[in-house]
């Protein structure tokens, strides 16, 4: 069961973590308000409701994860959002950042390889808020070439290497933000296209997220 109700006590959790997020170090302000205003314990089950509001990555079923809140904002300060951008997303998981990224009015392209959180997704009362949302089921490593090229794309799964596909649909100008392989980690990466189609390349801090995997799963894998 989904909660439905966004009460004074979530209202007042919110704001607790959205001081801690700035605290560790998030500054941009179009991305703490959309923290702010985004109630992420709709996005969790009810059985959560008392701890959807800690900087913490949480169970969505099908053996993936709601992104911590913190990861949340890292990504989308990276990427550099302005509102009626074209930002494709892989890895809609729980919805939560592709909420985000709506909020900021961006125009949000989202796809999911796992087709029952994507069934889940279509029924979730919250997302008919954002007509600027759309939302895909297939494999991200092959991008969305009939809505290419983008301002900016978010990869929100662990990826083995650089998916050749979403280069080639951005923008000139256009960044992708995306977590690499590093031992048992990923390493953030943003590259930005260049006028010339070559890219530049910058580093930033370790995280831990579920595997990018390739094609598109149709059952439960039973975790
Ligand atoms: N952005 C999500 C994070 C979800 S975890 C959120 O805010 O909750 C990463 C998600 O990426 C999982 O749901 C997983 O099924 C999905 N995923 C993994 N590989 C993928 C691929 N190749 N294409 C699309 N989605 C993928």
């Not at 959180?117 to 494999?139: C, E, I, S, T, V």
């Not at 900016?152 to 933000?177: D, F, W």
């Not at 031992?183 to 370790?206: A, C, I, V």
Request: net charge neutral; charged share 25%.
């Amino acid at each position: 069961m989904r909660p439905q109700e966004d009460t004074y006590m979530h209202k007042g959790l919110r704001k607790t973590l959205v001081d801690e997020v700035k605290r560790k170090g998030i500054r941009n302000e179009q991305v703490l308000s959309a923290l702010l205003a985004i109630p992420r314990h709709f996005f969790l089950d009810s059985a959560f409701d008392k701890v959807a509001y800690e900087d913490r990555a949480f169970p969505i079923g099908e053996g993936q994860t709601i992104s911590q809140p913190y990861t949340v904002a890292y990504q989308t300060e990276l990427l550099d959002v302005h509102p009626y951008e074209k930002v494709l997303e892989i890895g809609t998981g729980s919805a939560y950042q592709a909420s985000v990224l709506a909020e900021m009015k961006a125009q949000v392209y989202t796809i999911e390889r796992q087709k029952k959180l994507f069934d889940q997704n279509k029924l979730f009362a919250y997302l008919r808020k954002y007509p600027n949302l759309k939302m895909f089921y297939g494999d991200g490593f092959e991008g969305l070439p009939t809505y290419a090229p983008f301002d900016k794309i978010l990869v929100t799964a662990a990826a083995p290497r650089v998916p050749e596909k979403l280069l080639e649909q951005l923008k000139i100008g256009g960044y992708l933000v995306i977590p690499v392989d590093e031992g048992n980690l990923q390493r953030m990466l943003r590259l930005r296209k260049l006028p010339d189609n070559s890219f530049h390349e910058e580093k930033f801090d370790l995280f831990s997220f579920v595997p990018m995997l390739e094609g598109k799963q149709n059952h439960s894998n039973g975790i």
